[in-house]
């Protein structure tokens, strides 16, 4: 696969427990500290062990200066799309365009069914999601002076005010595995949200990106339009020939190469331990930043 070219960002995933809601904070001030980019937080409404992730995200915002927050991924069959596109943009507008949305089509249906969401079949999460997407996108489309009207088979917009329009352009990330879900990403999302740990090997993700690539050449866009982001789990310590298991600077070499051959560019490190947070952002995140700005220099 191609090394798409596009800037390196590191983050960190960060579980919203509701026991310790300081401590969660802190961790996302932990990030900003390290220099990571991006601060995330998984998104389960009905998990009554967790904030809110919305009102969490909201709250970090504004206890921070300078990263970039996303769900990793929203929950989009308990956040109706047309509401989700105005909390963004209002997000993005107060935090100074730091806003992403990583969006998933739900999963869990039995608990999302016990808090008032409706129950879809996995091909019909995806036309939702989709379906969602051209919502989103026509809410902050505020320069058109048109209302909006989409008449879908899952979410109905009849004559809505638009805007307001983010700060930035809103990245609209897809937790993707599947192939109606990876055509989706290619066809109309800013980037791919898979977890290392759900993939099976690498040429899993190699055969993913084809797909990606597939569709949104297909849908007429380059394959480059979509970024590829990746949430990590791993283990700091002795040199071993395991993949992100060992030191950071062979973390660096793994995740360079990840990015080379194949077309990463976003790193997130799902933990929730202070010198971890410190490791990827202060040594591994500036090591593979050399290792691929020396290959793509020469």
């Known amino acids: 696969m191609p090394d798409y070219g596009h800037d390196l960002t590191f983050g960190s995933f960060i579980t919203p427990a509701n026991a310790t809601p300081h401590e969660v904070v802190a961790l996302a001030q932990e990030s900003e500290a390290a220099g990571l980019d991006l601060v995330t937080f998984q998104d389960h409404p009905y998990q009554a062990a967790f904030l809110d992730t919305w009102t969490l995200l909201s709250y970090v915002a504004a206890r921070t200066e300078r990263v970039h927050l996303s769900g990793n991924v929203i929950n989009l069959p308990l956040r109706p799309p047309a509401v989700l ?13 730091r806003f992403e949305l990583g969006l998933g089509a739900g999963g869990f249906w039995d608990a999302i069914e016990a808090m008032g969401g409706r129950r879809l079949t996995p091909g019909q999460a995806v036309d939702a999601l989709s379906e969602a997407i051209d919502v989103i996108r026509g809410v ?98 002795a040199p071993s020939d395991r993949l992100l298991s060992g030191p950071p600077e062979q973390w660096a070499e793994q995740l360079a190469v990840l990015t080379l051959e194949y077309g990463f560019s976003g790193y997130i490190l799902m933990a929730d331990d202070a010198a971890a947070i410190r490791t990827f952002g202060e040594q591994v995140a500036p090591g593979v930043r050399e290792l691929v700005a020396r290959e793509r220099s020469a």
Request: glycine content about 12%; charged content about 20%; proline content about 5%.
């Open 85 to 97: 596109a105005r909390a963004a943009a209002s997000l993005d507008l107060l935090s100074g365009g």
């Open 140 to 237: 902050w489309d505020a320069g058109n002076r048109e209302r909006f009207h989409l008449n879908g088979t899952y979410y109905q917009v009849d004559g809505a005010k638009r805007g307001p329009a983010p700060a930035h352009d809103i990245g609209i990330w897809l937790g993707a595995y599947k192939p109606r879900m990876l055509r989706l990403t290619g066809g109309k999302a800013d980037g791919w949200l898979p977890s290392l740990p759900y993939m099976q090997s690498l040429d899993q993700l190699a055969e993913a990106n084809a797909v990606i690539d597939d569709a949104a050449t297909e849908a007429g866009r380059a394959p480059a339009a979509v970024r590829r982001l990746l949430n990590l789990t791993g283990r700091f310590g």
